[in-house]
Structures are given as C-alpha cells and as structure tokens.
C-alpha cells in the first residue's frame, strides 16, 4: 500500500508561483512513474504532468500542452517527494491537484493506470 500526501497549494494572484509538494511511503519510490493530474469545478480530471523511470539516474517527463514550459515536475528520491513548480500561474490553472503514484512505472496521461492517489490540494489564482 502506497500513501500519498500533498501540500503546498494555496491562493495566489495570476503570474505568481507555487510548489506542490507530495510524499510519499513505499520502499521502492524511485521506480515508481508519478504523475500530478487537477480537477476544476464542474470539470473532469486532467492530466498535467508525469515522470517514470528509465534507467540509472535517468527519469523522462511529460507535460499536458497547456502547462509545459510554465510547470516542472521533479522527485527527491531520497525524501520520496515528488514536486511540482508551477510558474506564470493563471486563472485556468485553478483547481484541485492531486498526486498520483503508478507502482508498474508506465507513467502515462491516463489516470486509471494510477493506482494509488493523494488527497488534493487546492490551487487558487485570482485574476
């Protein structure tokens, strides 16, 4: 079983910065993909970042268009923390984010591949 708790989120006026944070338990987080998805009121679920494993050292990432070059998504292994640094935030951004973990490493945009989820942690940014 996998625990996974974010924090970090928070109102914030658009342009400004924010970093989510996520940590999680499990013996063999740094095999683990780990993927920050958001859900906006009256919305769906949405895909906004993920990171799995390639080899070594070696993680490769993935952005939803609509936040890459202003989002990154990180891990400190030895902490079992994954972030997410969210730049030149703007009022769509708003919405509850969660952190998702997927033991099998596929990493995709799809989040039923996820199998373990964070509480959410809610992001506000004013116009």
């Known amino acids: 079983q996998v625990q996974l708790v974010e924090s970090g989120g928070g109102l914030v006026q658009a342009g400004a910065s924010l970093r989510l944070s996520c940590v999680a338990s499990?013996?063999?987080?740094?095999?683990?993909?780990m993927g920050w998805f958001r859900q906006a009121p009256g919305k769906e679920r949405e895909f906004v970042a993920a990171q799995k494993w390639a080899r070594g050292s070696i993680y490769y990432t993935y952005y939803d268009d609509s936040v890459r070059g202003r989002f990154t998504i990180s891990r400190d292994n030895a902490k079992n923390t994954v972030l997410l640094q969210m730049n030149s935030l703007k009022p769509e951004d708003t919405a509850v984010y969660y952190c998702?973990?997927?033991?099998?490493?596929?990493?995709?945009?799809?989040?039923?591949?996820?199998?373990?989820w964070g509480q959410g942690t809610q992001v506000t940014v004013s116009s």
């Open positions: 499990g013996r063999t987080f740094s095999t683990y993909a």
């Open positions: 998702a973990a997927d033991p099998k490493g596929r990493g995709t945009r799809w989040d039923y591949e996820y199998d373990y």
